[in-house]
């Protein structure tokens, strides 16, 4: 949070407020333009920050802030290609004016219409895009952070003294050779991801470390809020995991108890080399400082306090709000002249065991599908991908395998006849092989009939009296030979004179 007095929190937090806005452009040749309030379109200059995606926390950030407005000015909008733009707030605060600066940023975009001059610009964090000069292969996290502010021009708002008094600030990290540092932004990414925080350019333009922190810097209260919603969770983190390049092994440290979710480190070049000690006290300096996030995510759009900063912790009362608990800021819009969007943005860690579908049809496919494919190993798939950007990428393939079987034959033998029905009652057993693979066998007194008689009868229900065989069997070769309906009976039924009783025909 930006330093300010007593009293503009105090007037700030009040139900009515008094302030206006004013600018400033300064042009590459130094040329300076001063606006006011009054030269400002309503509703169309807002100011966004963030230090996350729009889904879980993310440690060594490295987001560039974005300020768009458009002013009633007569400016050429050449003059303004590599120009800056600063903003600032004015609060009464009794008998004078407190000014709240709102940060300087180069202009990329100036577009004129007939009366107004719409400009778009970022934050110096952009400049750290240059191509990465890789000139050194270790030193300390001030040595990274010095060497990339000095080649992009860029003023670093921490003393070695700041940095080696962090955790992890004392250590000499080597840079492995096979990684994906391409830019001074990406060197940025992996040495503030060791210190276990996030950079930001702050309201001077300086390039500014910070870390996730627990206590509360205010409380918005419901009558500030506008609109307001909040998670029935609260995000934590209680391992973290690491992937060494050069063993291809994950290394994986948690508290106890471990329960709730994992800030995956993925493969950082500055966590290659030294010793697996010294590995493990870096990584569990870091789940150290991620521990502390204990946050509610939630998305409320405010009356504003524009000294808030990005990853200020804040708490909530009043509605629907729990004010015993915390949120950090990971994500703002100030609209100029307008409302404030605040947002705090989380995983739930009961999910934190869940698989999604992807991944269980791999594991089951792991666990279910094992088979030989012939005596030596063959490739059977192969798989190149390449990504600019950084990405999620999924893959999905079918491998077709023509598989065939060795013959088997299988016999099975028992006692059953069959038995027609009309009137009157007579018995007849087909004593045939009629299925390949079922042999029979008579054993009731009968009269033996061709197959195709006994197909051909007129008859009106068809008993199959069994005994030592399989009753679904026999059953199944009748369906697949005749559509009448069809019984199952044990021989047991049968009377002594092998005819069925009266009850059975019922």
């Not at 470390?209 to 998670?231: A, E, I, T, W």
């Not at 569990?284 to 509610?296: A, P």
């Not at 009106?460 to 199944?476: D, E, G, T, V």
């Amino acid at each position: 949070m930006y330093p300010v007095s007593e009293n503009f929190i105090k007037v700030i937090q009040s139900n009515s407020r008094s302030y206006f806005w004013t600018g400033e452009i300064t042009t590459k040749k130094g040329q300076k333009y001063q606006f006011e309030n009054k030269d400002i379109v309503k509703g169309s200059g807002y100011i966004t920050r963030q230090c996350c995606g729009n889904t879980e926390i993310e440690l060594g950030t490295v987001y560039a802030a974005e300020m768009g407005i458009s002013l009633f000015t007569d400016i050429d909008r050449y003059s303004l290609e590599d120009g800056t733009i600063t903003l600032s707030f004015h609060l009464d605060v009794g008998g004078h004016f407190e000014e709240i600066p709102m940060g300087i940023f180069e202009i990329s975009e100036a577009n004129r219409s007939t009366k107004t001059l719409e400009i778009k610009a970022y934050d110096c964090m952009l400049n750290f895009e240059k191509s990465f000069k890789n000139t050194l292969s270790s030193g300390t996290p001030f040595d990274f952070f010095s060497l990339a502010c000095e080649n992009c021009h860029v003023p670093f708002a921490h003393t070695r003294a700041d940095i080696e008094a962090m955790p992890n600030g004392k250590f000499i990290y080597g840079i492995y050779g096979e990684n994906d540092i391409e830019s001074w932004r990406d060197l940025l990414f992996y040495t503030a991801q060791v210190l276990g925080c996030y950079c930001q350019i702050n309201r001077e333009g300086q390039l500014e470390l910070r870390k996730y922190g627990n206590v509360p810097f205010m409380q918005v209260s419901d009558k500030q809020r506008f609109s307001s919603s909040f998670s029935d969770f609260i995000t934590r983190y209680t391992a973290v995991n690491s992937t060494n390049q050069k063993t291809t092994t994950a290394e994986y440290y948690a508290l106890t108890p471990d329960d709730g979710l994992t800030m995956n480190l993925g493969v950082n070049p500055l966590l290659q080399f030294g010793l697996r000690d010294t590995r493990e006290k870096i990584i569990r300096n870091i789940l150290s400082d991620i521990s502390k996030v204990r946050y509610v995510p939630f998305d409320s759009e405010t009356i504003g306090n524009p000294a808030l900063d990005i990853g200020d912790v804040i708490s909530f009362s009043g509605g629907h709000a729990d004010d015993t608990q915390i949120a950090a800021i990971t994500g703002m819009t100030v609209k100029i002249n307008g409302k404030t969007t605040l947002k705090c943005v989380g995983k739930n860690p009961r999910l934190s065991q869940a698989k999604s579908k992807n991944d269980k049809n791999i594991a089951g496919l792991l666990n279910s599908v094992e088979f030989t494919v012939g005596e030596n190993d063959a490739e059977i798939v192969s798989l190149e991908f390449a990504s600019q950007d950084d990405t999620d990428a999924e893959f999905h393939g079918s491998i077709l395998i023509d598989i065939t079987a060795d013959e088997v034959q299988k016999t099975t033998s028992g006692v059953f006849c069959f038995i027609y029905y009309r009137q009157p009652l007579k018995t007849f057993l087909y004593n045939q092989q009629w299925n390949r693979k079922v042999r029979v066998r008579g054993a009731l007194p009968h009269t033996p009939i061709s197959k195709n008689k006994f197909l051909e009868m007129p008859y009106r229900y068809l008993f199959i009296m069994f005994s030592n065989c399989p009753a679904i069997s026999l059953k199944s070769l009748l369906r697949s030979m005749t559509s009448i309906p069809i019984r199952l009976l044990p021989i047991s039924t049968l009377l002594p004179s092998g005819r069925l009783s009266s009850d059975v025909l019922a």
